[in-house]
């Protein structure tokens, strides 16, 4: 069974739950500094601390240094929390990732000492390594729990399995389920969860990285694919007396919309992973008309994204309404005849060039 430890929160304060930090500590203090957290409040953070981003050491110190201020701060392993466990193994295939992975808590430790990977003749050489000079921050990592559980809500990084005894969920999928919205449970009040980009699901709808919050099929997916996605974000869940809402903060450069713009297509969507092969089927000056082969859905690809049949990257195929004087963030605005914006409530897409002018 699965490490879930129980708490019984006090319905008087606030709960703030966020996830997915990828080791990008400033976007986690500006995160804070937004809400207004306090120690007053429950904060979860539920996994991935680390990997994808250039400070996972600093950002698992800063939240073990929020855990040990209050004993209202709650952290939940990841799946890249414990990929040092593949040195441990003695799993060939992490020296790849070590190699192709800069930006990784595993780089960050040799670092610090002035190694290398190739210092090592083996993993069990790494591994004494990582014991002889991390093994306490190891530890704590290993020894974070897998979920909370409170009478409100299932913190959990990745998804339970649709069964009734949830408990018994594998850890390979309480930390590393695909797709879990899409899967459904049997539990009987939200799970709340991170560990895929919420971008994912919205293949037909307005493209965005906002959470997404079903009182229906009781999930609340909260990653807004920081450090993964151009147009990624760190959001933030927050749970007050009862009520839902939820803010989010990016690295996008802001600028101001001089031109309105009404959109009159109504077309929206994204190409997301893992579904980047389409096939064309009307190219006009800007974009092109295409089925998403995967999907069987159409789809209006901005035409520098298509390259033999396939998407390059993720990309929204959402057009946007702007008026003069709203402010917008900048994704790509390195496109023949439209940029691509986020609009201050988080929905993500094109709109004209003259828009800036």
């Given amino acids: 069974m699965i490490d879930i430890r129980r708490i019984d929160l006090d319905q008087r304060r606030r709960v703030i739950i966020s996830s997915d930090i990828h080791a990008n500590l400033p976007l986690f203090k500006r995160l804070l500094e937004k809400v207004k957290y306090t120690q007053e409040d429950y904060l979860f953070i539920n996994g991935d601390l680390c990997e994808k981003g250039p400070d996972s050491l600093g950002t698992v110190a800063f939240a073990r240094e929020l855990a040990a201020g209050s004993e209202r701060v709650f952290i939940t392993k990841g799946n890249c929390d414990i990929l040092h466990r593949s040195v441990f193994a003695n799993v060939e295939g992490i020296k790849n990732y070590i190699v192709k992975q800069p930006y990784s808590i595993l780089n960050e430790m040799l670092e610090q000492h002035d190694a290398q990977l190739d210092d090592f003749s083996s993993l069990l050489e790494l591994g004494a390594f990582y014991r002889a000079y991390y093994g306490e921050l190891l530890d704590w990592l290993e020894n974070l729990p897998v979920a909370f559980e409170t009478d409100e809500f299932i913190v959990i990084h990745a998804g339970i399995e649709n069964r009734p005894d949830w408990q018994h969920t594998s850890l390979v999928n309480a930390l590393s389920m695909a797709s879990f919205y899409e899967q459904g449970h049997m539990v009987d009040k939200p799970v709340i969860v991170g560990h895929w980009p919420v971008v994912n699901y919205r293949a037909a709808a307005i493209s965005s990285n906002s959470p997404v919050i079903d009182e229906t099929k009781k999930v609340i997916a909260l990653d807004g694919g920081n450090c993964i996605?151009?147009?990624?974000?760190?959001?933030?869940?927050?749970?007050?007396?009862?009520?839902?809402?939820?803010?989010?903060?990016?690295?996008?450069?802001?600028?101001?919309?001089?031109?309105?713009?009404?959109?009159?297509?109504?077309?929206?969507?994204?190409?997301?992973?893992?579904?980047?092969?389409?096939?064309?089927?009307?190219?006009?000056?800007?974009?092109?008309?295409?089925?998403?082969?995967?999907?069987?859905?159409?789809?209006?690809?901005?035409?520098?994204?298509?390259?033999?049949?396939?998407?390059?990257?993720?990309?929204?195929?959402?057009?946007?309404?702007?008026e003069e004087g709203e402010s917008v963030s900048i994704v790509n605005n390195a496109c023949e005849g439209f940029t691509l914006v986020k609009t201050e409530n988080g929905s993500v897409g094109w709109i004209p060039n003259e828009c800036f002018e």
């Fill in 229 to 322: 996605k151009r147009d990624g974000q760190l959001n933030a869940l927050i749970w007050e007396g009862g009520d839902i809402s939820y803010t989010y903060v990016d690295e996008l450069p802001i600028t101001v919309i001089v031109r309105s713009h009404k959109d009159k297509t109504n077309n929206c969507g994204t190409v997301t992973y893992p579904n980047y092969e389409v096939e064309v089927m009307q190219r006009e000056l800007y974009f092109t008309l295409c089925e998403n082969k995967n999907l069987g859905i159409q789809q209006w690809v901005k035409n520098e994204y298509i390259v033999n049949g396939m998407c390059k990257s993720d990309v929204s195929t959402t057009f946007l309404s702007v």
